[in-house]
RNA sequence: GCCCUCAUCGUCUAACGGUUAGGACAGUAGAUUCUCAUUCUAUAAAUCGGGGUUCGAUUCCCCGUGAGGGCACCA
């Protein structure tokens, strides 16, 4: 029997089952579809799993802001949509009216955007309008089809009225009972459990024995409705999302059974959980590093984000773990996400962060620094950032990239470049002056300056060298004074570079200014 | 309370039933460059517990325990 789409077996192929015998000669399967057919047992008919189009859908809610989990969510859908040639739907889930919002809705747009999930399907990234023939995608605009639906269930039998809403009705014998989650007496219904075959969990199997409302009073449809009645008439294949939806799923599949239809394929991917200092539990829009905004507005690389979100619940196959996103396309599958859930590691993110940072070409890195600028809330720096020449904006910055590890330290890690009103860190400067003589340092070094070649690094670090060793002293001795006097930290790019880009007439000014302060 | 899922270093994760249990982040200690960051080297750190099956179990089975999710006229 196939897992997939339970039909058939393999006795009975034509040469499309994916068994053990004849995986040798299947060179286009991947090596996660290759695991996933022996280990726990499972076949799959290739018929049903890769020789129809995939088309699957991220349908959120605008309820709220975007967050981590979401993207993930969407990414793997999105992966697996680009994996297979399908088609990836955005499906927008907005029938609780009282919760959505349209500046919510433009974060979505904005942040798969800004991600790089493009969508096939679904409204048009701007607002207006829509593409794909499966719509509308909008869930407030689909009402007619809910109607016609539900037209379906009544005249089965299979949905009946009561105190003003519409229930499912369950297939099965009745009897009451007491429900000691809610407190109060349930009419339940007797009958064998939902088989769920789940592309990353195995078989699961789940009772579903209430009825349960598929329309309220109000005369809106609820979310387990909507939701199989879309996948169903934009013919989505594989269903992937988080497995907070797992215990939903037996509800769902009981719809699909009352309106005659095979259940598409499920994949429930792992969750996301707070990183250990933030607490136990899910990943919630409270937690810091949860939304997706916050790193847009921090200019996180988005294919770092993507590349570190990839990794969760999911890895390559071996220790490869920076890819491109083209590289993880290719690699990614469903049988091959993990089951457990992971926690989320801003740190991680951070390195991973780092590393895109490194090898960013200097004309976008230039590009998010400015934009950074433009929208930093201390207007003050910004606008001595951003008033500086373009040519020593862009030298400053050559000389940052490589340095820092994320583009929000940029304010700090330059400000003395853009403005003479820098903070001295008076933690620094007591360190440095208490070590060796400084003040005489700082002198000699002032003395020396007029005569110094600032054309180049290697000719200040040589001016340098040469004043150190007429003094039988070290680079390092003029170096550490000389950046707290010019830059007021003991951190930051190469002196020389500092020396370069601010040119002589400064460098002799802040070196005069600081030393009329110790 | 009931139901479902999961379980390898602190964290993300590798390991056809046979490995000195590997990598990465974070940590620690060094090296290096003018500081910092990078880089490099070294180091510490894990198979939740108990039973089975097996010549052999991180891997398969059962029971505990722990973690997560669900149990709405929210999505």
Redesign the pocket.
């Known amino acids: 029997m196939c897992s997939v789409c339970s039909v058939g077996n393999p006795a009975e192929s034509q040469g499309f089952w994916l068994v053990e015998d004849s995986l040798t000669g299947c060179g286009e399967l991947t090596r996660s579809q290759l ?1 996933c057919s ?3 047992g499972r076949a799959f008919c290739l018929t049903s799993t890769f020789m129809s189009k995939v088309r699957v859908r991220f ?3 605008p ?1 709220g802001f975007f967050h981590i989990g979401s993207a993930r969510t969407a990414l793997f859908n999105w992966l697996y949509a680009r994996h297979t040639g399908g088609t990836f739907i955005l499906r927008i ?7 959505n919002s349209e500046e919510f809705l433009r974060l979505i747009y904005n942040s798969l955007t800004w991600l790089g999930m493009d969508w096939d399907e679904g409204p048009n990234p701007d607002g207006v309008g829509e593409r794909g023939s499966f719509g509308p995608y909008r ?1 407030s605009q689909r009402a007619d089809i809910y109607k016609q639906y539900l037209q379906k269930l009544l005249d089965a039998g299979r949905a009946y009225e ?4 519409i229930w499912f009705k369950l297939l099965g014998e009745r009897f009451k009972t007491y ?4 407190k109060k007496e349930v009419e339940k219904v007797k009958a064998a ?1 939902v088989v ?1 075959e ?1 592309l ?8 579903e024995d ?1 009825d ?2 598929i ?4 005369g ?5 409705f ?2 199989v009645v879309d996948d169903i008439t934009m013919q989505v294949t594989h269903i992937i999302r ?7 799923t ?1 509800k769902h599949v009981r719809l699909y059974e009352g309106f005659g239809v095979t259940p598409p394929v499920f994949a ?1 991917i ?2 996301i ?4 200092e933030m ?4 990943m ?1 829009k409270r937690d810091k590093g949860a939304l997706i905004e916050e790193y847009q507005q921090r200019r996180f690389l988005p294919e770092a984000l993507v590349n570190y979100l990839s ?5 390559a ?5 920076k890819m491109p996103i083209a590289e993880i396309i290719k690699l990614f599958d469903l049988p ?10 801003g ?6 962060n ?2 895109y940072l ?1 090898e960013l070409p200097a004309g976008r890195f230039l590009t998010l620094a400015r934009e950074y600028f433009e929208t930093l809330p201390d207007r003050v720096v910004a606008a001595a950032a951003l008033s500086s020449p373009a040519d020593y904006f862009a030298a400053v910055m050559a000389l940052a990239q ?4 994320s583009i929000d330290e940029l304010a700090a890690y330059t400000v003395y470049f853009f403005t003479d009103g820098f903070p001295c860190d008076a933690k620094v400067k007591e360190k440095v002056l208490a070590k060796g003589d400084p003040k005489a340092r700082l002198a000699e070094l002032m003395a020396a300056l007029p005569a110094m070649d600032f054309s180049s ?1 290697a000719a200040i ?1 040589e001016g ?2 040469a004043l150190a060793v007429k003094h039988g002293l ?3 001795d003029y ?2 004074v000389a ?1 707290l006097a010019v830059t007021g ?10 020396f370069r880009l601010l040119g002589l007439a400064r460098i002799q000014a802040r070196l005069q200014s600081f030393l009329s302060t110790v």
């Open positions: 695991l022996t280990p726990s349908a959120p809610s309820t889930e907005d029938t609780d009216q009282a919760r869930q009561k105190d003003g809403a429900d000691e989650h809610r459990p769920i789940d990353i969990r195995g078989r699961v199997e789940r009772a209430e349960f409302v329309f309220r009073s109000d809106n449809p609820v979310f387990h909507v939701n988080g497995e907070d939806h797992l215990s939903n037996s429930h792992p969750l959980l707070k990183s250990p607490g136990q539990g899910k919630s990794l969760l619940g999911w890895n196959g071996d220790d490869r773990e091959g996400v993990n089951q457990s859930n992971a926690r989320f590691d740190k991680k993110l951070g390195h991973m780092m590393l490194l490589p340095k820092i590890k690094d670090e340098i060298k070290g680079f390092g170096q550490a950046r930290t003991n951190v930051g790019p190469s002196i020389t570079g500092i």
